[in-house]
């Protein structure tokens, strides 16, 4: 099956301070979607990406497909911003079967 | 709409209890699945259903059993639960065709003693 690694693992930052994340994939895939889970546990969709660049406000993604990666940009981070960032991807049509990376886990400190 | 919702919040069981936890949208989804999360890892799909009565297996069945007898509901059931099934439970469901975005529940914790 499709790997998906995630890097780095563990990411500290200042409140304020700009951070990339990055997911690479090990096979083509038309759906990537980057996700939020915050430190109540709650799965939070950020962006339905297979390719190309979307912003939402501080956030923005980008998928490289023909590369096989990903990466998400965090701009003038905040303490909300904290918790674990998960990167999934999956082939056409199949919307219910997403492979998940192990995540990067961010804390944003004051 | 309340969106994706999952019952109970938390549950401890037994070695070799049963239980079905529960799975609910009022999006009027066609794709429904289950993921569980273990610590420190991503998330791995149980099973998934593209629409009522029809229903596959993900990455780690063994040990669960689902069904779709309507699109709202897809519940999931531990036959005879076992330690290794100790976990955070997540349901999702996607819009289907090219809307792919998935929408998680917010989980069930599961401790088997």
């Known amino acids: 099956g499709i790997q998906v690694e995630q890097s780095p693992p563990d990411l500290i930052l200042q409140e304020g301070a700009n951070s990339t994340l990055r997911c690479n994939f090990s096979?083509?895939?038309?759906?990537l979607q980057w996700f939020h889970q915050n430190p109540w546990g709650q799965l939070i969709n950020l962006f339905y990406?297979?390719?190309g660049t979307k912003q939402n406000g501080r956030l923005s993604a980008t998928t490289v497909a023909t590369e096989r990666y990903s990466l998400l940009y965090i701009s003038s981070s905040q303490t909300t911003d904290s918790g674990v960032y998960f990167c999934a991807v999956g082939m056409a049509g199949t919307a219910s079967k997403l492979t998940f990376g192990t995540g990067t886990r961010l804390q944003v400190t004051l | 709409n309340a969106g994706v919702t999952q019952t109970p919040k938390f549950q401890v069981l037994k070695t070799g209890q049963s239980m079905t936890l529960q799975c609910a949208q009022d999006?009027?989804?066609?794709?429904m699945s289950w993921y569980r999360q273990d610590p420190g890892m991503g998330l791995r799909l149980i099973h998934y259903?593209?629409?009522?009565?029809?229903?596959d297996q993900g990455e780690v069945p063994n040990g669960y059993n689902v069904s779709r007898s309507t699109t709202e509901d897809f519940p999931l059931r531990l036959l005879s639960a076992a330690p290794s099934q100790t976990s955070v439970y997540f349901c999702a469901s996607t819009p289907g065709g090219e809307w792919e975005t998935q929408y998680f529940g917010p989980g069930t914790r599961l401790l088997v003693l």
């Open positions: 999006m009027n989804h066609e794709y």
């Open positions: 990406i297979p390719s």
């Open positions: 096979d083509s895939v038309n759906n």
């Open positions: 259903s593209v629409g009522a009565g029809i229903t």
